[in-house]
C-alpha cells in the first residue's frame, strides 16, 4: 500500500496539494456523530412512538433497546471510523437509574452514563433538547398559544442548557446544544406572526439564563416542512438565521429541510461572512427530509469543499443526520460517518488555490478542466492510506466485523 500511497501523493503534490497537511487536517476535524440511528430516534425516557413529523422507516431486527445496547453499538462504529469523533445525544436518552423525571426537570445525572462513556473514549459530547414524542409534543411547543405548554418546554431548554454546561465542564470541550422544534401546520394559517413572535420570546427567555457561552454553543436549526406540517414551520429558515444573528447564537443548516433546488453548500460562505460559526446537520434528503444514510455523493463533497474553501474547519461544527431502519443500523452508521470523512479528504486534496485563481482571472476553462480532472486522480490511495494509519478497516474490510458482530447480536436482541 505505501508505494500505490507514495505514488499517488506524488501526483497530488505536482498538481499543487500537500497531502500530508490534508491528513493532518483532516485527523483534526471533528464529525459529531448522532446517536439516534442506534435505536430509530425512540430514546429511553419511555417516548414511545416518533413525532415531530419525523419519520423512521424500515423495521430491520437488531436495534439497540437499552443504554447498554446503544454504547455497545456506538463503540462498533467507532471502532470502525477513521478521524476525530463527538457524540451527540438527545435528551429522551437520560438514563434514570431512580425514580424517572420528566423533561423539564431532567439533571446531569441523568447523563452520568454517557458523560463516563464519552469520556472513557475521549469523545466531546453535543446535546439536544427533545421537543418531540412527549405528550405535551402535540403540535406546538415553544410556540404554543398555551402559555403553561410554552412553560414547559422552556424549562426543558434550560434543564438542558445545565446539563450541556457540565457536559462541556467534564470534557474539557465546548457542547454544541442545537434546538429544532417541530412547530408547524399541516394547511394553510390563519396567523403566521403569532407563533413566530411566541417562539422568540420563548428562546429569549431560554437564553436568559446565566449559562456559560464559552462552553456551551447554542444553534437554532431551521426547517421548511415536516410530515403533518407542510403548510407552516414557526422557525423557518429567515425566523433561525435572523433570531441566531440578532442574539448571537449559532444557526443550524440541515440540508434536508430546504427545497429540493435548494443547496446547503451554496448557502454556507454567506452564513460564514456573518457568523463566528456555522452548524450543519449533514443528511441525505430522497423526495423529502427523509434522514437517508449519507452517500459520497456531489452534495456531500461541495459541502466539504465549501468548508475548505471558506478556511472554516475551526468553524464549521459538523454533525450527521439520518436514521435508516431498513438495513442494519451499525453499517447505515458506519457508511454515513465513512462518507463524510472521505468526502473532507476528497475536499482537502483539491487544489484550492489553483481553482480560485482560474476564477480571479475569468479563466474559466481552465476552472472546469480542474475540476474535472481531480475526479479521476487515486483518491482511494490516499483514503486508504489514511485508514490503515487510523488502525480502522481499509475499503470494504468494515463490513466483515459488522457481518460477524450481526449473527450474535440478533441471537442476543431478536426482532
Ligand atoms: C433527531 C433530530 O433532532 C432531528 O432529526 C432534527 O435535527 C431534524 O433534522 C428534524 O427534521
Ligand atoms: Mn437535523
Known sequence: MMDRFQESKRLYEHLGVDVDAALRKLSDFPISMHCWQGDDVVGFDGAGALSGGIQTTGNYPGRARTPRELMEDIDAVLALTPGKKRLNLHASYAVFEGDQVDRDQIKPEHFRPWIEFAKDRGLGLDFNPTLFSHPKAAGLTLSHPDPEIRKFWIRHCQACLRISEVFAEELNTYCLMNIWIPDGL??????????????????????????????????????????????????????????ALSRGITPLMDNGHYHPTELVSDKLSSMLLFHPKVALHVTRPVRWDSDHVVLFDDETKEI??????????????????????????IAAWTIGMRNMQKAMLYALLM????????????????????????????????????????????????????????????????D
Not at 304 to 329: H, P, Q, T, Y
Request: aromatic share 10%.
Open 186 to 243: 399541516k394547511d394553510i394559517p390563519g396567523d403566521r406572526m403569532g407563533p413566530r413572535r411566541r417562539f422568540m420570546e420563548s428562546l429569549d427567555e431560554i437564553l436568559s439564563l446565566d449559562y456559560d457561552r464559552n462552553k456551551v454553543l447554542v444553534a437554532l436549526e431551521s426547517k421548511v416542512f415536516g410530515i403533518g406540517m407542510e403548510s407552516y414551520t414557526a422557525g423557518s429558515a429567515e425566523f433561525t438565521m435572523n433570531y
Open 304 to 329: 466539504a469543499k465549501e468548508i475548505v474553501r471558506c478556511d472554516a474547519l475551526d468553524r464549521v461544527l459538523l454533525g450527521l443526520d439520518f436514521f435508516d431502519a431498513s438495513i442494519n443500523r
Open 351 to 414: 487544489p484550492m488555490s489553483r481553482l480560485k485563481e482560474a476564477q480571479d482571472k475569468q479563466d474559466f476553462t481552465t476552472l472546469l478542466m480542474l475540476n474535472e480532472e481531480c475526479k479521476t486522480y487515486p483518491f482511494q490511495d490516499i483514503w486508504d492510506y489514511y485508514c490503515e494509519s487510523q488502525q480502522v478497516p481499509v475499503r470494504e474490510e468494515w463490513f466483515l466485523a459488522v457481518r460477524q458482530r450481526e449473527a450474535a447480536l440478533l441471537r442476543q436482541r431478536g
